[in-house]
């Protein structure tokens, strides 16, 4: 099991930026950051998998926006979030997957099995 601790968020105004940090006691192949806004399901926001020297996805809502980072000797997991939007708001969350799937990292939250406690990011207009 990977211990994961999120840290970083905060509120900020529309336009502006934060900087999410994992902290992880291990890393799997693929690790992912998601988001959880109120009444709604948890989404994948980015993913990073380490086959192929490194593959990266992001959400096509965050595309261009969001940069997802992994530093396997520090086991930390990044998210620059840049250009924020109010509809950015949630609760983040930062996660590894259970198990190999495909060299591509999987997007459903239901494939990865450990998970942090989340940090808050809430965006004004």
């Known amino acids: 099991q990977v211990q994961l601790a999120e840290s970083g968020g905060g509120s900020v105004q529309a336009g502006g930026s934060l900087r999410l940090s994992c902290a992880a006691s291990g890393f799997k192949y693929c690790m992912g950051w998601f988001r959880q806004a109120p009444g709604k399901e948890r989404d994948v926001v980015a993913t990073?998998?380490?086959?192929?020297?490194?593959?990266?996805y992001y959400a096509d809502s965050v595309k261009g926006r969001f940069t997802i980072s992994r530093d396997n000797a520090k086991k930390t997991l990044g998210l620059q979030m840049d250009s924020l939007k109010p509809e950015d708001t949630a609760m983040y969350y930062c996660a590894a997957v259970r198990k190999y799937v495909s060299p591509d990292c999987p997007t459903s939250p239901s494939d990865y099995g450990d998970w942090g406690q989340g940090t808050q990011v809430t965006i004004s207009s």
């Open positions: 990073f998998g380490s086959i192929g020297g490194g593959r990266t």
